[in-house]
């Protein structure tokens, strides 16, 4: 119904950046709020930042004032400014989308995940 697909992973030296995308396709009637995820090995999946359809922001403590996630409405887009990468960030990342489809149903897709390894 809704596919998201996730660009901009790769591998960064420590105190490097990287961009991340998520461009949501499908059956959308809107989407009422897009974010990041990450899980790192050994770890249980934990938020990165969100932004709603009206563009209020929520971070985790641990990439505030690093990382800064920002949309384009007529993409579908959602992106993930990652500024001084530690290696503590490395983790798959994966995108969420909160969307009312077409058929007028609320629900929650995933993209597959895109890799982030910060070496130090």
């Known amino acids: 119904q809704v596919q998201l697909v996730e660009s901009g992973g790769g591998l960064v030296q420590a105190g490097g950046s990287l961009r991340l995308s998520c461009a949501a396709s499908?059956?959308?009637?809107?989407?009422?709020?897009m974010g990041w995820y990450r899980q790192a090995p050994g770890k249980q999946r934990e938020l990165v930042a969100t932004?709603?359809?009206?563009?209020?922001?929520n971070y985790a403590d641990s990439v505030k004032g690093r990382f800064t996630v920002s949309k384009d409405n007529a993409k579908n887009t959602v992106y993930l400014q990652m500024n001084s990468l530690k290696p503590e960030d490395t983790a798959v990342y994966f995108c969420?989308?909160?969307?009312?489809?077409?058929?007028?149903?609320?629900?929650?897709?995933w993209g597959k995940g895109t890799l982030v390894t910060v070496s130090s």
């Open positions: 969420k989308a909160g969307v009312t489809t077409r058929t007028y149903y609320r629900m929650d897709f």
């Open positions: 499908g059956s959308i009637f809107s989407i009422n709020d």
């Open positions: 932004i709603t359809s009206g563009s209020n922001t």
